[in-house]
């Protein structure tokens, strides 16, 4: 039973054989232990990927949200067209602008007039616009970084001509505040239930060695190596985590169709709103299982001293 360097290929296949049929009559034997902690594992999982989901669409609906994000230059009562020509050239060269916009004060009393309505009547007091001429400038995304955007407006605040330059500060702090929160809360999340996954199958795989504790010593006492007395365990511990894994996967995927095609009847703004978890998340989720129970299962063994 013992291995060396010189034993056969086919003792190796043996010691592998005796090993899954180890682990699949200790799966079968303690069958509801191994049920509540494939079904820990899985609720688990489950639990982790609706929380990267959510984070997901937070994250998209962020994005267009600063897609619309822009910076609005207002110039002086007495520039000149030759200088709002040269100021419009400047924004058109800058490789963090993605669009410039020219507003001219007849186009602003218009926009003001839509929105005042029927109260748009208080304007005719005046003999021309009193609404300076104005250039929008659309940001990159890439660019919206609430220090950055400030040093830009900075920058622009300088230009000869300019009389004031408005971003919304409070907002894209609120906004890059939310997005940083996010990723810190995905990494905290996802840590604690690594940890706790690989904790629930840790208990469980020292529960088994505590009930084959007299079988372990048998196989020392015979000569049995580390590797053929723990690799029973550490395949039971596969098992778990791959069909917690696929159990999670098929449990979001029923909940994702649910929502998509029962729940977005009554609410169809759903359907625009959020986006689905790729394709290969349904493998990468019981590779995971496995992963973390398998590492849950090798802390177990090394309880076992020679």
């Known amino acids: 039973m013992k291995k060396n360097k010189s034993a056969p290929k086919g003792m190796y296949i043996e010691i592998l054989r005796y090993s899954f049929k180890a682990a699949c009559k200790s799966i079968g034997h303690d069958k509801w232990i191994n049920f509540l902690t494939i079904l820990s594992v899985s609720i688990g999982l489950t639990i982790l990927c609706a929380f990267v989901l959510i984070n997901a669409n937070m994250n998209s609906a962020l994005q267009k949200w600063a897609q619309s994000f822009g910076v609005v230059v207002y110039l002086s009562e007495d520039i000149s067209r030759d200088a709002e020509g040269a100021l419009e050239e400047h924004f058109l060269k800058d490789n963090d602008i993605e669009e410039v916009n020219y507003i001219s004060k007849d186009q602003a009393a218009e926009e003001i007039k839509k929105t005042l309505g029927q ?17 929008e400038l659309k940001l990159r995304s890439k660019f919206l970084d609430p220090a950055r955007v400030r040093e830009k407006a900075a920058q622009m605040q300088k230009l000869e001509g300019v009389q004031e330059v408005q971003y919304g500060e409070k907002w894209l702090s609120s906004l890059s505040t939310i997005a940083k929160t996010l990723k810190i809360c995905s990494i905290v999340f996802g840590t604690a239930i690594f940890i706790a996954v690989t904790f629930i199958t840790y208990s469980t795989i020292k529960i088994f060695l505590h009930r084959r504790r007299d079988e372990i010593e048998t196989l020392k006492l015979l000569g049995a190596s580390r590797s053929f007395i723990r690799l029973p365990f550490l395949i039971e511990g596969l098992f778990i985590g ?17 929502i998509m095609y029962k729940m977005v009847e009554f609410l169809p703004a759903m359907k625009f709103i959020m986006s689905s978890l790729p394709s290969s998340i349904y493998v990468v989720v019981p590779f995971g299982g496995a992963v973390m129970s398998l590492l849950g299962s090798f802390i177990a063994i090394g309880k076992i001293r020679y």
């Open 119 to 135: 109260h748009a009547v208080i304007l005719d007091v005046f003999n021309e616009s009193p609404l300076p001429s104005s250039f």
């Open 242 to 258: 791959t069909l917690g894994g696929a159990l999670s996967s098929l449990g979001i995927l029923a909940s994702y169709s649910f």
